[in-house]
Nanobody
């Protein structure tokens, strides 16, 4: 059974940083890519992807500001977010990519505001 738990959100000022963590269980990372998603209203968008081979993918609008990484031994995935903007305010989720729709965690709120 896949279990996901996000943490690390909070409130920061524009230009600040947040590091999100995703504790996982039940995922075989040798065959599953992992993604970070966010939802600021309707719809949940993929914002970072890490493949089993270590390849990363980001939307062009976020490239250079967000970095996905992994602690393979701990089965934890991270999202480092720098130079945050107000439009980055959202609830952030992790999941496999493509997502296991029955396994979304609670998400973690990130708020960017002056």
């Amino acid at each position: 059974q896949v279990q996901l738990m996000e943490s690390g959100g909070g409130s920061v000022q524009p230009g600040g940083s947040l590091t999100l963590s995703c504790a996982t269980s039940g995922i075989d990372f040798t065959i599953n890519a992992m993604g970070w998603y966010r939802q600021a209203g309707e719809g949940r968008e993929l914002i970072a992807r890490l493949t089993p081979a270590g390849h990363t993918l980001y939307p062009s609008s976020l490239k250079g500001r967000f970095t996905i990484s992994a602690d393979k031994a701990a089965k934890t995935r991270y999202l480092q977010m720098n130079s945050l903007k107000a439009e980055d305010t959202a609830v952030y989720y992790c999941n496999t990519q493509p997502p296991d729709y029955g396994s979304w965690g609670p998400g973690t709120q990130g708020t960017v505001s002056s």
